[in-house]
């Protein structure tokens, strides 16, 4: 089937609450049918980066009303819900990183989690072949959707009513909006897969070509919003809702319960804290292994001069790709849910092992991937997505990236409810070393468990500088996801880059397997000649991340720059 490459979707908000707020004029409300695209905004008072503008607008619309960064990034989320189906979302999971005013820091977890009725070999047929078709599409593919209840736990750090936050999301589903371009061609890719997959009517379907200009209402969809805005988490994962997710697995062969539904919990975890050359790095821990492999790579290169080398220069490429390549290696090999299985993390971010699994790094030399494998983490310890990031005046920064997983996940929309299910569990290993949707291979730490989160790659992260956000990212594109932040921070602070030259410039990546090095289609030719030379495999693809970035300028104002890479827009104040 074909997907469109865009899959996550990313937000940043950055904003300026301050406490001696004056009568606030009258918000205008957002104009659904008129908006344009902004890449680059400075706020004083504050910002919002997202997948898309009028999402962006709904999070500045709640910092206007007297909001913090908590509620500009939960208002941001359910807009994105409706103007960006393809991975904005309330049939997904995600992960929020915030950083707070009062020196808190939170790393919420709402990640799908495994049915109970799943098992480990369930996507093995009986000849042993791996069948990735059913762990990608169809009702299947789905894991219990973490979203709403996400939402409500970040929600105890928010300011305004949830019904405020909604509200904002339920108009744009009622009313509908005017899509793009690029939003009429993804949907026009995905009907034939919409007719075989559904069986009721929905909003997305259409008979004749999605064009820019039309306009896109969702009846089912604000009502099934308007219920979470009555009954809170209740009204997704219990009641009318909950009895329309039942039913459409029960049409389509899937395997979420009531049960399932309402035992589903988001956790709040410690999030994935380091220091790099005197910045202090906050991000996702397991489930995602975003925050340790950034923590790997970041390690792996600091103590190589990587600015003299210059920005895009073979030699520092070369580092920070064989970096990426040891950090992914051992990913296959140790990363997963932690609630079910020892990653050991100490070990694989020691000092000592982390130059260890650089001695042999060889530079002008491609390492191979036969010989690199996993490190020996000592003794294994005893123990379509989207991204927002949030700041104020008063030091609050949030980082969110969330997701279906592929482009409008499972591409089967909850008969009467109006939004697209996941196909999350595609990012478990489903049989040791057959890759995933984005080539990721694993093993027993992530193999499949009832209640079980499959592992992530999503990196919303904060990088702070004497203890404050400076800057606020994340960026969907599955695997690529850490090695673009990584390119991104070290874009910033190693290389000089300004924020938008940091997201727009191209990008690389390795993942250890498939052993290649993939590059964007600006990628300079005369690096891409020079590490050919060194031995590697480089295979030119298309779009690398869509990062949303919030830098604070040192005049204390926001910069928030959108990806030129998709709709992407900031909005500031
Ligand atoms: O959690 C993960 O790592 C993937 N499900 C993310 C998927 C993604 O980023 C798709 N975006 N292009």
Redo the contacts with the bound molecule.
């Keep these: 089937m074909i997907r469109p ?4 979707l990313t937000m940043s908000t950055l904003l300026a609450c301050h406490s001696s707020r004056k009568a606030a004029a009258p918000n205008p409300p957002i104009d659904s049918y008129h908006y344009s695209i902004e890449k680059t905004v400075t706020g004083n008072k504050g910002a919002v980066v997202s997948a898309h503008p009028l999402a962006s607008e709904a999070g500045v619309l709640v910092l206007k009303k007297g909001g913090n960064a908590v509620d500009a990034a939960i208002a941001t989320q359910l807009a994105l819900a409706v103007v960006y189906p393809g ?1 904005g979302n309330l049939g997904g999971g995600g992960f929020l990183v915030a950083h707070l005013q009062d020196g808190k820091e939170l790393a919420i977890d709402y ?1 799908e989690m495994a049915p109970s009725g799943s098992s480990r070999d369930m996507y093995i047929d009986k000849d042993g072949k791996a069948r990735t078709d059913l762990s990608q599409d169809g009702h299947l593919a789905s894991g219990v959707p973490g979203t709403v209840a996400g939402l409500f736990e970040a929600a105890r750090y928010s300011k305004l009513s949830f019904k405020e936050l909604i509200d904002p999301a339920i108009e744009l589903a009622e009313k509908g909006f005017v899509i793009t371009e690029r939003e009429a061609r993804s949907l026009n890719g995905i009907q034939q897969d919409l007719q075989q997959l559904n069986t009721r009517p929905n909003a997305f379907q259409k008979k004749d070509k999605w064009k820019a200009g039309d306009t896109l209402v969702q009846k089912d969809l604000a009502a099934t919003l308007r219920r979470i805005r009555e009954k809170g988490a209740a009204g997704f994962y219990e009641g009318e809702t909950a009895r329309l997710i039942v039913e459409e697995m029960q049409r389509g062969k899937g395997i979420i319960s009531y049960a399932d539904l309402k035992n589903y919990v988001a956790r709040s975890r410690q999030p994935h804290r380091f220091d790099y050359k005197g910045y202090a790095v906050v991000s996702m821990p397991m489930p ?3 925050g340790l492999l950034l923590h790997q790579m970041l390690k792996m290169i600091e103590g190589k001069d990587i600015a003299t080398m210059g920005f895009h220069s073979p030699q520092a490429v070369q580092l920070m790709i064989e970096a990426e390549r040891r950090a992914y290696a051992d990913r296959a090999e140790y990363m997963g849910d932690m609630d079910f299985y020892k990653v050991p993390v100490a070990a694989l971010t020691d000092k000592k092992y982390i130059a260890d699994r650089m001695k042999d790094f060889t530079p002008g030399k491609a390492s191979d991937s036969k010989i690199i494998g996993p490190g020996k983490a000592a003794a294994k310890e005893s123990e ?2 989207t991204h927002l990031s949030v700041i104020d005046g008063d030091g609050n920064a949030v980082a969110v ?1 969330t ?5 409008y996940g499972s591409r089967v929309v909850v008969g009467g409810a109006g939004f697209f299910l996941n196909n ?1 569990m ?2 478990f290993s489903i049989k040791p070393g057959v890759p995933n949707m ?1 080539g990721a291979v694993g093993g027993e730490a992530n193999a499949i468990a009832p209640g079980k989160r ?5 990196t919303p992260t904060i990088v702070l500088q004497n203890g404050k956000p400076y800057i606020v990212t994340g ?7 850490p090695t673009s932040v990584f390119q991104t921070i070290v874009n910033i602070l190693d290389f000089g880059l300004s924020a938008k030259d940091a997201v727009d410039k191209a990008k690389f990546h390795h993942q250890w397997l498939p052993d290649a090095v993939f590059v964007e289609k600006d990628f300079p030719a005369a690096t891409q000649e020079a590490l050919r030379k060194m031995g590697y495999k480089i295979d030119s693809r298309g779009d690398i991340g ?1 990062v949303e970035l919030i830098r604070v300028l040192p005049d204390g104002k926001f910069e928030a720059v959108a990806d030129k890479r998709g709709d992407d827009s900031a909005s500031g104040w």
Excluded: F
Excluded at 454 to 458: D, T
Excluded at 475 to 481: K, Q, R
């Design positions: 490459v865009l899959v996550l991975a990640r995602s292994s975003g379509e997505t990236t997701t279906l997983n592929g482009g999350e595609d990012d984005y499959m592992l992530s790659s999503m960026t969907p594109g599955g695997t690529t996801i869509r």
